[in-house]
């Protein structure tokens, strides 16, 4: 599923920001950047809103809330 793929690359990438990892915040964004890219149809409009404006751990907050809900 889409949303659980982004979820997985958000946590990744703000670890390796908590982490200082460059490589890690790139690769992590290539992915999500890809993701939204192809898949854009796919996602819910306010999730596309969190993440063509980078933000990110909104974006993260609003799948965890909707897998909750």
Not at 14 to 22: F, L, N, Q, T
Request: proline residues 0%; aromatic residues 4%.
């Amino acid at each position: 599923m889409v949303e659980d793929e982004l979820k997985a690359a958000l946590r990744r990438m703000i670890g390796a920001i908590d982490r200082s990892e460059g490589k890690g915040i790139s690769d992590s964004l290539l992915t999500i950047d890809g993701i939204l890219g192809a898949r854009k149809n796919e996602l819910d409009a306010q999730l596309v809103h969190y993440l063509s404006r980078r933000s990110y751990e909104k974006a993260l907050r609003y799948l965890e809330d909707s897998s909750t809900g």
